[in-house]
C-alpha cells in the first residue's frame, strides 16, 4: 500500500537559517510527488511537484525538493527561511497509473525563530 | 482567476443533524476530488468525480456519507446523522480533467458536531 512518511512533526529554525524537511513514501511505481504548504485556518498551497526528469525541481517561494529513487525520499529544501515560511508542510505522492487519491503525509509544523 | 471556494467556511451542528457542505471548483475543470483533514493530520482521500460521476468514492468512511455533481461542476457532500468523530475540515479540489495530475485546493469547510 502507498504510503508516506515526514518523521518530524515539528521542526523551529532562526530567520535566515536553511531548512530541510524530511519526507519518505512508499509505493511499488514510478511516483509523483508534490509538497504543500498550508498556513492557519487556509487551505493547501502547492509549492511543487515531480513528474519525471530532473530530479531537483524548483519550486515558488525559494522552495526546492529532490527525488532520490533509491531513498525513496523527496526532502523539501529552503536555503533561508524566512518568518512567513512559518506554517505546516505536507509532503504527497500520487499514482502514475491514475490521477485521483493523493496520500498525505502527517504533515511537519515548521516555526521560525526571530 | 477564481480558484476553489467552499462554503460554508464553518458549520457547527449538532449530534444527528444532517450537514451540506458546498464546493464550487475552478472553472472548467472538470475533476473534482473530496478529502478530510482531522486535526493534527494529514488530508485524507474520500471521492472523486470525473464530470459528473463518481469515479471512486472508497474513501467515504461509511453510508452516512454522500456526495453529487450532478453538473459536473458545483459538488455537495451531504453527512447524515452527524456523529462527533465527523468534526474535521473538510476539503475540496479540482484539476483541469482525469489526466492532469495537479490538484488545486479549496479553503476548506470546517465541521464542528457538539
Known amino acids: 500500500a502507498q504510503s508516506v512518511t515526514q518523521p518530524d512533526i515539528h521542526i523551529t529554525v532562526s530567520e535566515g537559517a536553511s531548512l530541510e524537511l524530511r519526507c519518505n513514501y512508499s509505493y511499488g511505481a514510478t511516483p509523483y510527488l508534490f509538497w504543500y504548504v498550508q498556513s492557519p485556518g487556509q487551505g493547501l498551497q502547492l509549492l511543487l511537484k515531480?513528474?519525471?526528469?530532473?530530479?531537483l525541481v524548483q519550486g515558488i517561494k525559494g522552495f526546492e525538493a529532490e527525488f532520490k529513487r533509491s531513498q525513496s525520499s523527496f526532502n523539501l529544501r529552503k536555503p533561508s527561511v524566512h518568518w512567513s515560511d512559518a506554517a505546516e508542510y505536507f509532503c504527497a505522492v500520487g499514482r502514475m497509473d491514475s490521477s485521483y487519491k493523493l496520500i498525505f503525509g502527517s504533515g511537519t509544523r515548521l516555526l521560525v525563530r526571530p | 482567476g477564481a480558484g476553489v471556494s467552499q462554503t460554508p467556511s464553518n458549520k457547527v451542528t449538532e449530534k444527528g443533524k444532517y450537514v451540506e457542505l458546498r464546493c464550487d471548483p475552478i472553472?472548467?475543470?472538470?475533476?473534482l476530488y473530496w478529502y478530510r483533514q482531522s486535526l493534527g493530520q494529514g488530508p485524507e482521500f474520500l471521492i472523486y468525480f470525473q464530470g459528473t460521476g463518481a469515479a471512486d468514492d472508497s474513501g467515504l468512511p461509511n453510508d452516512r456519507f454522500f456526495a453529487v455533481r450532478p453538473e459536473g461542476s458545483v459538488s455537495t457532500l451531504k453527512i447524515q446523522r452527524t456523529e462527533r468523530g465527523d468534526s474535521a475540515v473538510y476539503l475540496c479540489a479540482s484539476s483541469p480533467n482525469a489526466g492532469e495530475k495537479t490538484q488545486y485546493f479549496g479553503p476548506g469547510t470546517r465541521l464542528l458536531v457538539l
Open positions: 472553472s472548467g475543470h472538470t475533476a
Open positions: 515531480y513528474f519525471s526528469g530532473d530530479t
